[in-house]
Every structure is written in structure tokens, then in C-alpha cells.
């Protein structure tokens, strides 16, 4: 294997020999807003604004019609930051950081493909024509795998954007073409906000399913880990979300679905987001700045855990309400409490696709609801439980527990508490 500086944008970034060792493990991030992430570039602590020992490749459509994150889309590997002129960022920040400490050998490289208000029906599926309601939101997944992706783009479904860059396939050729060899490690999703605010609610899981099945399919990873980030409770209309009353049961079924996903497959996890506060008062869609901190921790326990490095899978992290972690540079040191069985009672969840449509009452325990999840003190502020659902208790009795478990009352599923409540 060569043993060089990839050339990448003015040649700042390098790679050492000891990192050249193993392959350059290459992580996927796509989903919707909470994947984008609107934490603020100022309140992350100095030695994570511009991590240059991590590779980052972003992307969102936005870049189509020029909207405010075009300036962020990359042109070439870059170091992992908060991009564009708005410097916002999502959880790619801190899960970088602590998956590059956790595989120092390896290289690590990031691609991240988000928009908001994007769906798995319309805007994320395997071969889908364009959205004529959202030229822009088209395709999604074309414009992330590229010559990768399976799908025939002929008549109705042809390419709303045939020259478009695409993003996993160009940025493997890129690694390729400098000597690399790669492992695609993981897809990180965190979507689903945006179907549970109708229908599609109900058939969530089979999406869901799908979408999985073709990102594997199409990437030649059968088993690849999947993380994903469970929609938050801040939905709820009984604590200040968005969502009308009365849609109660959309939110269920999507939130029942993710874990529900989890459970039956040992290479999936779930990762808790209820204890995370909302942006602002009037956006309880998104997340604050150390909320998308406390996420990247999160999402990269999950993984390790899946991956059998830090924990065997099917291990789990304690589910809390314990907090994200706050107080500007500490929330990044908010991490993870105990790995282990601590957290069973946070992760069961049934109800498939949402199967109580209509109904309240048969859907998925919550995940937030674990017990042990404690962490170490932020350096400058709160500290924080690390919430990841990771499917407890996979492996340890027949599935149809799941099942069983899921008809734990709902009322473990919408935690009713203030609005605006402080992480941590």
C-alpha cells in the first residue's frame, strides 16, 4: 500500500504510516434536519472546530437551487468542521472525534449526505422519479451512491440532476486513486421526523427495511451496521412539539418502527434523542448545540458496540434522561455511562410499521426509560447519560419478547414534561 499524503485540498491534511496500516474506514451519514444540524460552530470546544486527522465530504441539496447551505457542499476531502458560511453542524463532529480515538490504527473518513424535510417515500427510496413538489429534494439517494446505485433512471424517473457529483462513489474512486484501500463502516440515519407528521407514519418500517436492504445491497456489505437516531418525543403536542393533536399515534408508529427495526436485526441499533432540548422555543423539531454534541457520542457508542470493539454486540448503553451533555466546551465530554446490560428496560418496542394506526395504545415502550446511564462531568459544564438504545437484550431470548415487551403502556412513549427543558 502507498505510503503518502492523499492530495487533498492545498495539501493540508496528511496521514501517517501507523494510520496507513489498515484501511481508511469510511462512515455514511444521511437523513433529514437533524442530520444536518444546526448546532453553532462557537460553541464547540477549540480542538474540535477543525479536526485535520479526519476526513469530511459533504453534501446537501440545498447546493441545487442555492439555498443556505450551498456554500457547505465540499469539493474534495476535507477536515471534519462546521461548514459553510452559517458553520453549522450536526453529529458528525463528536462522532468523529470519539470513533478516531477508538480506531486510532485507522483512518477515518466521513460522507454526509441531509436535508430537512426529506422522506424515505418520496425523496430517500432506491429508484425514485423526481418529486415535482420539491425539485430539489429529489433522488436523494442517487445523489449518495451514485454509480453505486442499482436503480435504472429511464422516463419519468429519469435523473432530475444527471450531472451531479455524487458523493460515497466519487469520494471511495478519490480514496481509491491515492492507494487505499477502504472499508465502508457504517450508515448513521437520523430521518423520520418528517413522516411522522402523516401517513406514511404507519408504513415506516417497511420503508425503513427497504432502504436498508438496498443501501447494503447496492454498497456489496450485507451485513453492514446501521445506527439510527430515534425521533424525539419533543414531536409530541403535550410537550410543545409541532405535530397537530390528534397525530399522536403517526408519532408512535414511527418511533415504535426504529426500534422495532433495531430488535429484529442484530447488526441495527437505536440510539435515544427524547432527553435532548429543542433548538428554541418555537422549534422543537431540532436539537441545541450540545444536544448534536451528545448525538455524535451517542451514535458512535452505538456503532462500537455493533462492531464488537468496545463491547459485544447486542450490548447496550444505558438509556437516560440524564441529559446531552451542556455548558458550551463541556458538552462534548458529556459521553457515555456504562456498557452493558444496565439499560434493558429502555430498548423493547413493537408494533412493526405502526400497527396501531388510529389507536393509541399498542405501540413501543420507550427507549428513555433505562436506568444507569450516567457519565462524567463536562469540563465546563453539566455532564450527561449516553442514551443509546442499541437494542437491549438482542441474543438473549426469543424475539417475539419484543413484541411482548412493546405492550408496555404508552404512556412510557410520551413522556409529558415542560417544554423547554435543559438537557442535562
Given at each position: 500500500?502507498?505510503?503518502?499524503?492523499?492530495?487533498?485540498?492545498?495539501?493540508?491534511?496528511?496521514?501517517?504510516?501507523?494510520?496507513?496500516?489498515?484501511?481508511?474506514?469510511?462512515?455514511?451519514?444521511?437523513?433529514?434536519?437533524?442530520?444536518?444540524?444546526?448546532?453553532?460552530?462557537?460553541?464547540?470546544?477549540?480542538?474540535?472546530?477543525?479536526?485535520?486527522?479526519?476526513?469530511?465530504?459533504?453534501?446537501?441539496?440545498?447546493?441545487?437551487?442555492?439555498?443556505?447551505?450551498?456554500?457547505?457542499?465540499?469539493?474534495?476531502?476535507?477536515?471534519?468542521?462546521?461548514?459553510?458560511?452559517?458553520?453549522?453542524?450536526?453529529?458528525?463532529?463528536?462522532?468523529g472525534h470519539a470513533i478516531a480515538a477508538a480506531y486510532p490504527?485507522?483512518?477515518?473518513?466521513?460522507?454526509?449526505?441531509?436535508?430537512?424535510?426529506?422522506?424515505?417515500?418520496?425523496?430517500?427510496?432506491?429508484?425514485?422519479?423526481?418529486?415535482?413538489?420539491?425539485?430539489?429534494?429529489?433522488?436523494?439517494?442517487?445523489?449518495?451512491?451514485?454509480?453505486?446505485?442499482?436503480?435504472?433512471?429511464?422516463?419519468?424517473?429519469?435523473?432530475?440532476?444527471?450531472?451531479?457529483?455524487?458523493?460515497?462513489?466519487?469520494?471511495?474512486?478519490?480514496?481509491?486513486?491515492?492507494?487505499?484501500?477502504?472499508?465502508?463502516?457504517?450508515?448513521?440515519?437520523?430521518?423520520?421526523?418528517?413522516?411522522?407528521?402523516?401517513?406514511?407514519?404507519?408504513?415506516?418500517?417497511?420503508?425503513?427495511?427497504?432502504?436498508?436492504?438496498?443501501?447494503?445491497?447496492?454498497?456489496?456489505?450485507?451485513?453492514?451496521?446501521?445506527?439510527?437516531?430515534?425521533?424525539?418525543?419533543?414531536?409530541?403536542?403535550?410537550?410543545?412539539?409541532?405535530?397537530?393533536?390528534?397525530?399522536?399515534?403517526?408519532?408512535?408508529?414511527?418511533?415504535?418502527?426504529?426500534?422495532?427495526?433495531?430488535?429484529?436485526?442484530?447488526?441495527?441499533?437505536?440510539?435515544?434523542?427524547?432527553?435532548?432540548?429543542?433548538?428554541?422555543?418555537?422549534?422543537?423539531?431540532?436539537?441545541?448545540?450540545?444536544?448534536?454534541?451528545?448525538?455524535?457520542?451517542?451514535?458512535?457508542?452505538?456503532?462500537?458496540?455493533?462492531?464488537?470493539?468496545?463491547?459485544?454486540?447486542?450490548?447496550?448503553?444505558?438509556?437516560?434522561?440524564?441529559?446531552?451533555?451542556?455548558?458550551?466546551?463541556?458538552?462534548?465530554?458529556?459521553?457515555?455511562?456504562?456498557?452493558?446490560?444496565?439499560?434493558?428496560?429502555?430498548?423493547?418496542?413493537?408494533?412493526?410499521?405502526?400497527?396501531?394506526?388510529?389507536?393509541?395504545?399498542?405501540?413501543?415502550?420507550?427507549?428513555?426509560?433505562?436506568?444507569?446511564?450516567?457519565?462524567?462531568?463536562?469540563?465546563?459544564?453539566?455532564?450527561?447519560?449516553?442514551?443509546?438504545?442499541?437494542?437491549?437484550?438482542?441474543?438473549?431470548?426469543?424475539?417475539?419478547?419484543?413484541?411482548?415487551?412493546?405492550?408496555?403502556?404508552?404512556?412510557?412513549?410520551?413522556?409529558?414534561?415542560?417544554?423547554?427543558?435543559?438537557?442535562?
Amino acid at each position: 500500500m502507498k505510503r503518502y499524503c492523499i492530495a487533498l485540498a492545498a495539501g493540508v491534511l496528511s496521514i501517517s504510516g501507523s494510520a496507513m496500516a489498515q484501511p481508511v474506514k469510511v462512515f455514511v451519514l444521511a437523513g433529514q434536519s437533524n442530520m444536518v444540524g444546526f448546532g453553532v460552530g462557537d460553541d464547540l470546544p477549540a480542538e474540535l472546530r477543525s479536526q485535520r486527522d479526519i476526513w469530511y465530504d459533504h453534501f446537501n441539496p440545498d447546493a441545487r437551487q442555492g439555498g443556505m447551505y450551498a456554500a457547505a457542499t465540499s469539493t474534495d476531502w476535507g477536515p471534519l468542521e462546521p461548514k459553510g458560511e452559517a458553520r453549522r453542524y450536526g453529529p458528525e463532529i463528536t462522532f468523529g472525534h470519539a470513533i478516531a480515538a477508538a480506531y486510532p490504527e485507522h483512518r477515518i473518513a466521513i460522507v454526509k449526505v441531509a436535508q430537512g424535510g426529506t422522506n424515505l417515500v418520496d425523496h430517500w427510496g432506491r429508484g425514485l422519479p423526481p418529486d415535482p413538489e420539491s425539485l430539489y429534494k429529489s433522488q436523494l439517494y442517487h445523489a449518495l451512491f451514485g454509480k453505486l446505485d442499482s436503480a435504472t433512471y429511464e422516463g419519468d424517473r429519469a435523473l432530475q440532476y444527471p450531472d451531479e457529483p455524487t458523493r460515497l462513489d466519487s469520494a471511495l474512486a478519490r480514496l481509491a486513486a491515492e492507494g487505499h484501500d477502504v472499508e465502508i463502516a457504517a450508515l448513521l440515519w437520523m430521518q423520520g421526523e418528517n413522516e411522522a407528521g402523516w401517513s406514511a407514519a404507519f408504513n415506516y418500517g417497511t420503508t425503513l427495511r427497504a432502504f436498508i436492504a438496498a443501501v447494503r445491497a447496492d454498497i456489496g456489505v450485507p451485513d453492514l451496521p446501521v445506527v439510527l437516531g430515534r425521533v424525539s418525543d419533543n414531536l409530541y403536542p403535550a410537550n410543545g412539539g409541532p405535530i397537530a393533536a390528534g397525530r399522536e399515534a403517526n408519532i408512535d408508529a414511527v418511533r415504535a418502527a426504529q426500534v422495532t427495526v433495531a430488535e429484529e436485526d442484530p447488526r441495527v441499533a437505536w440510539v435515544d434523542t427524547d432527553d435532548f432540548a429543542p433548538r428554541a422555543p418555537d422549534d422543537a423539531y431540532h436539537f441545541d448545540s450540545a444536544a448534536y454534541q451528545a448525538l455524535g457520542q451517542r451514535f458512535a457508542d452505538a456503532y462500537i458496540a455493533l462492531a464488537g470493539d468496545g463491547g459485544s454486540p447486542g450490548a447496550t448503553s444505558a438509556s437516560s434522561a440524564g441529559g446531552a451533555g451542556a455548558g458550551g466546551e463541556g458538552a462534548a465530554n458529556a459521553s457515555s455511562g456504562a456498557t452493558g446490560a444496565a439499560g434493558s428496560a429502555g430498548s423493547a418496542g413493537a408494533g412493526g410499521e405502526g400497527a396501531a394506526a388510529g389507536s393509541s395504545g399498542s405501540t413501543a415502550a420507550t427507549g428513555s426509560a433505562g436506568s444507569a446511564g450516567s457519565s462524567g462531568a463536562a469540563a465546563g459544564g453539566a455532564g450527561g447519560g449516553s442514551g443509546c438504545g442499541c437494542g437491549a437484550a438482542r441474543g438473549e431470548g426469543p424475539r417475539t419478547t419484543v413484541a411482548a415487551i412493546g405492550l408496555v403502556a404508552l404512556a412510557g412513549l410520551r413522556r409529558r414534561r415542560p417544554r423547554g427543558r435543559q438537557a442535562g
